[in-house]
């Protein structure tokens, strides 16, 4: 069975310090990861995918297969990106691919 | 390019009435499609995954049917709402084959009194 465990439910940091959202998962194979955001009254968008290996709005997410993780980090937090961060692993169940996500972190950037 | 729509936006039902939420996916074809229910706290629950016309799976037991008329068409429904149906409901479609990155609609906010 697959598992994604983010366990910061809240998260507050101040504007200009680096921010670290966790993630860690479980899953038998070779895991597909993302980290979805929805800010507020706006619809769950992806952020970025692992495959990539991309920065999008200053975020970075390097998957540690050793330690199961995909934590998602920026160096200088802005308050625009006070949202809903979910973590989200792809693996088989049976034979169809599922999308798991885990269940969030509220990160509030303060002024 | 590829947009998804859901409605209604929010509904607000009395328990024991029927149900019938509807996603529309434009700019593809035969996408996979989905449904999860967002709970606060507690994330995204999938409920109803479809890899083509009439093929539903299922992923959680409950009071909640899924139907795919049509290639680009996925249905929420229900004969009869229980209290516990209340929640955020969102539908999300992926390419076929590739990686398996979902794209959601804006959601529905249902409300059983």
């Not at chain 1, 088989?92 to 269940?103: C, D, E, K, P």
């Not at chain 2, 016309?53 to 992923?59: N, T």
């Amino acid at each position: 069975a697959q598992r994604v465990t983010q366990p910061e439910k809240l998260l507050s940091v101040f504007k200009g310090a680096p921010v670290e959202l966790k993630c860690n998962y479980s899953y038998s194979g070779s895991p597909e990861l993302f980290w979805y955001v929805q800010y507020s009254r706006q619809r769950l968008q992806l952020l970025l995918r692992h495959i990539s290996r991309e920065s999008i709005k200053g975020f970075t997410a390097d998957l540690n297969k050793g330690e199961t993780s995909f934590h998602l980090k920026k160096p200088f937090a802005q308050e625009e990106d006070s949202a809903m961060y979910y973590c989200a692993l792809s693996g088989y169940s049976g034979s169809a691919r599922q999308l798991t996500f885990g269940s969030g972190t509220q990160l509030t950037v303060l002024p | 390019s590829q947009t998804i729509h859901q409605w209604p936006a929010t509904l607000v039902q009395p328990v024991g009435s029927p149900l019938s939420l509807e996603c529309t996916v434009e700019g593809t074809s035969n996408p996979n499609l989905y449904w999860y229910r967002q709970a606060a706290g507690r994330g995204l629950q999938l409920l109803f995954y479809s890899v083509g016309i009439g093929q539903i799976s299922s992923e959680v037991p409950q009071n909640l049917s899924a139907s795919r008329p049509q290639d680009r068409q996925f249905i929420l429904s229900s004969k009869k709402l229980l209290l516990s149906d209340s929640g955020f409901y969102l539908c999300a479609w992926s390419w076929t084959g590739g990686t398996n990155e979902q794209y959601f609609g804006p959601g529905t906010r249902l409300t059983v009194t």
